[in-house]
């Protein structure tokens, strides 16, 4: 079967299946405390594979990126979820419609752990709010009051590729929300969030800092960065 005669999954697929790396894939799912399988492909491998199934496929790619997400996270080793969220947020910035919104929640909901949450947060989540403003409140609002707290994580992470654009209002309505919480990584999060915006307002985490109680984790990572 010759390779334009093959669908996108097929491709991808049999191409990661050959580079396949049991020596690998231990100590990786070891690093995520075994709670995914692994191929054992590193990540400039991985990138460069996934890149030439595309480019195989582009026209099939471009038309289904939301279908192929989903099919590629339907399966069990870490890299075909790595596949799909950088397939997905590729090919749907700038294309993003309101309805994607669950196709979103749906990807932050599957798998969930920081590795794909936080990309999910920054690059998919964070430009779909940026091309649709309107529902930003709704959405975060929405994430924020969640009992999952992985949704409750994207919500604060979903600026951070925003730098001067960033909604400092927003953002520390968060971090205030979620400033007890005794979830790790919601702490993580918050001081994060916190620390890259200090890349453009200090001052400002810094005052915010002043006038509420965050955890000490929050705090020691919010202002790793400040003078």
């Not at 309805?99 to 998919?124: E, G, M, N, Q, R």
């Not at 930003?136 to 929405?142: D, G, L, S």
């Not at 009051?145 to 994207?154: D, G, Q, V, Y």
């Amino acid at each position: 079967m010759g390779l334009f005669t093959m669908s996108f999954i097929e491709t991808l697929s049999k191409q990661l299946e050959t580079h396949r790396s049991p020596n690998n894939a231990e100590p990786m799912s070891k690093y995520m405390k075994y709670k995914f399988p692994f191929l054992g492909i590193k990540s400039v491998l991985r990138k460069s594979i996934l890149r030439k199934a595309i480019n195989a496929h582009k026209n099939e790619v471009e038309n289904q990126p939301a279908q192929l997400a989903k099919s590629l996270y339907r399966k069990h080793e870490r890299e075909y979820h790595y596949c799909a969220m950088e397939l997905y947020a590729r090919f749907k910035k700038k294309h993003y419609q309101e309805s994607d919104i669950d196709d979103i929640t749906y990807l932050i909901l599957t798998h969930s752990h920081w590795d794909t949450v936080d990309f999910i947060a920054k690059h998919i989540l964070g430009q779909f709010l940026m091309e649709h403003q309107n529902q930003r409140t709704a959405v975060i609002n929405k994430y924020s009051n969640s009992s999952n707290f992985w949704l409750n994580r994207a919500a604060i992470l979903f600026q951070l590729a925003y730098k001067s654009q960033t909604d400092n209002a927003i953002l520390f309505k968060l971090c205030k929300a979620h400033g007890k919480s005794n979830e790790f990584f919601i702490q993580k999060a918050i001081g994060w969030a916190l620390r890259e915006y200090s890349k453009i307002q200090p001052e400002a985490v810094l005052n915010f800092l002043k006038h509420n109680n965050l955890k000490p984790l929050s705090q020691r990572e919010a202002i790793r960065l400040i003078p």
